[in-house]
T-cell receptor, first 112, second 118 residues
Framework: KQEVTQIPAALSVPEGENLVLNCSFT??????LQWFRQDPGKGLTSLLL?????REQTSGRLNASLDKSSGRSTLYIAASQPGDSATYLC???????????FGQGTILTVHP | GAVVSQHPSWVICKSGTSVKIECRSL??????MFWYRQFPKQSLMLMAT?????????EQGVEKDKFLINHASLTLSTLTVTSAHPEDSSFYIC??????????????FGDGTRLSIL
């Protein structure tokens, strides 16, 4: 059974800092890995999708890496802003039809 | 971009009531939709996979008679919580995947439904 762990559980940083969120998974037989953002009381917004054959994906100030063999992914956020404050979820796609297993999330607070 | 609409966004009702939640893909077809449940300060737990034109596949421990899923068209899946009780209070979120896109496209999520049973 796939298990996904995210570290740290919570992170508070001053505006402008670069930061790294970590995600690890126990079964390396994955199809893809997806990073999401969730604002309080809201649904999920997809940030980045990395296929199992890829090493990284970038979108703006976000960069996600994937090391499938070691079961790890990182989400790098450059020059953090207060608007980045949210819960960040990592999800592993373990089947071709799209079933996702989620981590517990990292609650990020960026203070001015 | 792909949009998934979930309705209603918030429901408060009495114990014993049945509640229906709709999940629609607005600008794409979705053969497969997923229903998740999220408790406060916890992550999403998959409840079931909804397949257009066939029976849903439920995760272990999820009561299929309690949580009825219908996926009658390529753009609509519904989750009905039957005879809801306070322990069913939770945040329910659906997601949809483009038909035929395999794993190369991200899943798109609705904004969730907060269900409160009194």
């Amino acid at each position: 059974k796939q298990e996904v762990t995210q570290i740290p559980a919570a992170l508070s940083v001053p505006e402008g800092e670069n930061l790294v969120l970590n995600c690890s998974f126990t079964d390396s037989a994955i199809y893809n890995l997806q990073w999401f953002r969730q604002d309080p009381g809201k649904g999920l917004t997809s940030l980045l999708l990395i296929q199992s054959s890829q090493r990284e994906q970038t979108s703006g100030r976000l960069n996600a890496s994937l090391d499938k063999s070691s079961g790890r992914s990182t989400l790098y956020i450059a020059a953090s802003q207060p608007g980045d404050s949210a819960t960040y979820l990592c999800a592993v796609g373990g089947t071709s039809y799209g079933k996702l297993t989620f981590g517990q999330g990292t609650i990020l607070t960026v203070h001015p | 971009g792909a949009v998934v609409s979930q309705h209603p966004s918030w429901v408060i009702c009495k114990s014993g009531t049945s509640v229906k939640i709709e999940c629609r893909s607005l600008d794409f077809q979705a053969t497969t939709m997923f229903w998740y449940r999220q408790f406060p300060k916890q992550s999403l737990m998959l409840m079931a996979t909804s397949n257009e034109g066939s029976k849903a596949t439920y995760e272990q421990g999820v009561e299929k008679d309690k949580f009825l899923i219908n996926h009658a068209s390529l753009t609509l899946s519904t989750l009905t919580v039957t005879s809801a009780h306070p322990e069913d209070s939770s945040f329910y979120i659906c997601s949809a995947k483009h038909t035929g896109q395999g794993t190369r496209q991200p899943q798109h999520f609705g904004d969730g439904t907060r269900l409160s049973i009194l």
